[in-house]
């Protein structure tokens, strides 16, 4: 999808100007949660570029935004947007779940990124095109040594969809597709 990149950027920046950003300190000698949370982030990414059909995933910079990660995706007759949080611990344990609060605000997000779509010029050439926007989210276990940090997938979770221009299209075959892919 031509100037993906570019509307990411600016939904984040036109969403973080009505939220609150937090950002975390680290304690000594040890990385921040923001800073094991950016590299679970990345552990995501790079999954995310496996993915076939192929995806191109973006990251959020700071976790400004409900989505850590963004990809887009050509599928049989839409493109595909994924919006996904990303959490993490180094125990199953205390990995946090979205509660209906997160989930709501994350449905916000994603009603949101389908209204710039229509209306920010950024992707003019798509808005009358099929597209499905998906929420989802995944579980990341920390595996930490003193060499270096592992990590392991727990959990790939798919939530909502949100459609656009997809009336001709088989919705049921399309959520079961979009399910599995949120699995990664």
Do not use: C
Not at 54 to 81: E, L, T
Not at 132 to 161: E, P
């Amino acid at each position: 999808m031509k100037n993906f990149e570019i509307f990411v950027v600016h939904i984040v920046k036109k969403w973080k100007t009505h939220k609150k950003i937090i950002l975390e300190s680290a304690g000594l000698g040890e990385l921040s949660n923001r800073e094991y949370g950016d590299l679970a982030e990345e552990y995501v990414y790079r999954k995310i570029e496996k993915l076939e059909p192929k995806y191109y995933p973006f990251q959020s910079n700071g976790s400004q935004s409900p989505a850590d990660i963004f990809a887009v995706g050509r599928r049989n007759g839409y493109w595909h947007i994924m919006l996904i949080q990303v959490k993490s611990s180094d125990n199953i344990e205390t990995i946090y779940r979205l509660n209906s609060k997160d989930l709501k605000a994350f449905d916000e997000f994603a009603k949101f990124v389908k209204s710039e779509i229509k209306n920010s010029g950024i992707l003019d050439e798509y808005k009358i095109k099929p597209i499905a926007i998906s929420t989802g989210y995944a579980a990341v276990l920390r595996n930490k040594t003193k060499l270096r940090v592992s990590h392991t997938l727990v959990q790939g979770k798919g939530f909502k969809i949100f459609n656009m221009n997809m009336s001709s299209l088989d919705i049921e075959s399309i959520k079961k597709t979009i399910s599995q892919t949120h699995k990664l």
